[in-house]
């Protein structure tokens, strides 16, 4: 992978049951709440098979499925067997990653700021101001994006002055066990 040559971390972007789930699909390769412990775990297995040098993962989608203690043990007891540790997108407010991370002790953090959810020009620049506001303030913050053209070029357009006024990393500089 090209981002592995490069250095960059790479990421499982796991889709995840929502609570809307079915009328909004998070599409193929889903954990959904209604699979045996067998087929949840052979599902994360093949989607973690599927993307070479995985060092982490974080959840696409997954509101209803990250309010689920049972499964939720069952994906961290495989990212622990593998070493990896996990961003939580915080889809929804009654999310268990964090205190399921604790009890795997899997490095963790969760999302600050979702840059694009309207990928608009306009609201990708607030956005990135937010992130540095709430990384000076707090020492880190953890964005996630999409790689939508708009917000690509937005990033680029504005990364001259984000480096001006943070220290960009990848995500294993940012996990930690949670205490």
Same mark, same amino acid.
């Given at each position: 992978?090209?981002?592995?040559?490069?250095? #960059? &971390?790479?990421?499982?972007?796991?889709?995840?049951?929502?609570?809307?789930?079915?009328?909004?699909?998070?599409g193929e390769g889903?954990?959904?709440?209604? !699979?045996?412990? &067998?087929?949840?775990?052979?599902?994360?297995?093949?989607?973690? +098979?599927?993307?070479?040098?995985?060092?982490?993962?974080?959840?696409?989608?997954?509101? #209803?499925?990250?309010?689920?203690?049972?499964?939720?043990?069952?994906?961290?007891?495989?990212?622990?067997?593998?070493?990896?540790?996990?961003?939580? +997108?915080?889809?929804?407010?009654?999310?268990?990653?964090?205190? +399921?991370?604790?009890?795997?002790?899997?490095?963790?953090?969760?999302?600050?700021?979702?840059? &694009?959810?309207?990928?608009?020009? &306009?609201?990708?620049?607030?956005?990135?101001?937010?992130?540095? #506001?709430?990384? =000076?303030?707090?020492?880190?913050?953890?964005g996630i994006l999409?790689?939508?053209?708009?917000?690509?070029?937005?990033?680029?357009? !504005?990364?001259?002055?984000?480096?001006?006024?943070?220290?960009?990393?990848?995500?294993? =500089?940012?996990?930690?066990?949670?205490?």
């Amino acid at each position: 992978s090209s981002a592995h040559e490069r250095g #960059r &971390d790479v990421l499982l972007h796991l889709p995840m049951e929502p609570s809307e789930y079915p009328e909004i699909d998070p599409g193929e390769g889903a954990l959904l709440s209604s !699979m045996t412990p &067998d087929e949840l775990l052979g599902q994360l297995k093949t989607n973690l +098979s599927v993307v070479p040098f995985v060092v982490g993962v974080n959840n696409h989608m997954g509101s #209803r499925l990250t309010a689920e203690s049972t499964q939720l043990y069952q994906i961290f007891s495989v990212l622990k067997q593998r070493g990896l540790y996990f961003i939580d +997108s915080r889809t929804s407010a009654d999310s268990l990653c964090e205190p +399921s991370a604790r009890l795997f002790q899997i490095p963790f953090a969760q999302r600050d700021v979702f840059l &694009d959810h309207y990928p608009t020009p &306009d609201f990708i620049r607030k956005q990135i101001k937010e992130l540095i #506001r709430i990384a =000076k303030y707090n020492g880190q913050a953890v964005g996630i994006l999409h790689p939508h053209v708009t917000t690509l070029k937005i990033l680029q357009e !504005m990364l001259p002055d984000v480096q001006k006024q943070v220290h960009l990393v990848p995500a294993s =500089k940012i996990v930690r066990p949670v205490g």
